[in-house]
């Protein structure tokens, strides 16, 4: 019988520029770790959050219903009528606010977690609308895209009605910069990144970020990063959300310069990310970002990755 398992799942970046809400890609650049482990501590109330105890030594809230892993347990622990107590131990590696999917990561590992402990043998679907409950602590809202990154790995097109979800292979190729920038980020920054956002487009301009949003899922379909690079460009959310990143213009145009195939926001910022290929001169490009970053005074970590396969699950 198993009564541990351990999940390590990865960051991912959403959006992609033109598909807000429905991209995820996971990175190979940061894991979060969660331990679950039954305790003999039962529930004996209609409450389903007693009996979980979170531990962590991260700057992290440890009561069950404003954390994102426990609230993806106290769900799943409700729905499957689970009674014994619960222990999460969690470990933060994604940096947490920099529009890496930390919250999703944490949420994705918790589902995968969950699920093995008490063998319940829920499909990926499933698994994902449940780690999308995790998102509301952070964000605010339930959104698929980063956790569905996290769960399964590799390139997402997220479907919400009806709910579906898409998982490509990216090129071997395909290699990424993240220049995270050395801010301080507000507590509820993706409530603010989201506020932001235009209620009412262009027609023009809805068709401009459909048009890119195909051709980057035919690049991953087809396996052509430069079609990927090419077509990671967003005319409605970018230009509503780059005022929020000092300096991001700049980021940009440099990395562009300096030979990168496409560069955007990642998720809902402050890190902007940059897509291009193995063979490039990769260290050019992460220092011109960085370059771009210190032009406002801004310092900022540059990590060179490569997609993500997925989670790793251990018992």
């Known amino acids: 019988m198993v009564t ?3 999940v390590r ?6 959006n992609l520029g033109p598909g ?3 991209f995820g890609l996971a990175l190979d650049a940061f894991y979060d770790k969660i331990t679950l482990s039954k305790t003999n501590k039962s529930i004996t109330t209609n409450r389903p959050w007693h009996g979980i105890r979170i531990l962590t030594t991260d700057n992290i809230p440890k009561n069950p219903q404003q954390n994102t892993a426990g609230l993806v347990i106290k769900a799943m622990k409700q729905k499957f009528k689970i009674k014994s107590g619960i222990e999460i131990k969690i470990k933060k590696d994604v940096p947490a606010g920099f529009g890496m999917g930390s919250s999703a990561a944490s949420a994705a590992a918790a589902a995968l977690a969950f699920n093995k402990l008490f063998n319940l043998k829920l499909d990926n679907k499933t698994l994902i609308k449940y780690a999308g409950i995790g998102e509301k602590a952070s964000a605010g809202t339930i959104h698929y895209d980063n956790v569905a990154a996290s769960l399964l790995g590799g390139f997402v097109v997220v ?9 490509l292979e990216p090129p071997k190729d395909l290699v990424l910069c993240l220049a995270i920038p050395q801010l ?4 509820k920054k993706t409530m603010i990144s989201r506020s932001v956002i235009p209620k009412t487009v262009k027609l023009s301009d809805l068709t401009v ?15 052509d990063s430069e079609l ?3 077509s990671i460009q967003d005319v409605i959310v970018e230009p509503a959300r780059k005022h929020l990143i000092p300096g991001f213009s700049k980021v940009k145009n440099n990395a562009l310069n300096a030979g990168a195939l496409g560069v955007t926001i990642s998720g809902a910022g402050p890190s902007v990310i940059a897509f291009c290929k193995k063979s490039q001169n990769l260290k050019k490009i992460g220092k011109s970002m960085e370059k ?7 310092n900022c970590d540059i990590i060179i990755c490569k997609p993500s396969t997925g989670p790793k699950i251990r018992t």
């Open 228 to 230: 990927i690079g090419r």
């Open 292 to 298: 771009g970053f210190n032009s406002v005074k801004v």
């Open 20 to 22: 807000f809400d429905v």
């Open 9 to 14: 799942a990865p960051s991912s970046t959403a």
């Open 159 to 167: 479907k919400t009605k009806p709910f579906d979800v898409i998982r």
């Open 184 to 187: 301080k980020v507000p507590k």
């Open 4 to 6: 541990c398992v351990n």
């Open 209 to 223: 970020n459909l048009s890119n949003a195909a051709n980057i899922v035919t690049g991953f379909l087809t396996k």
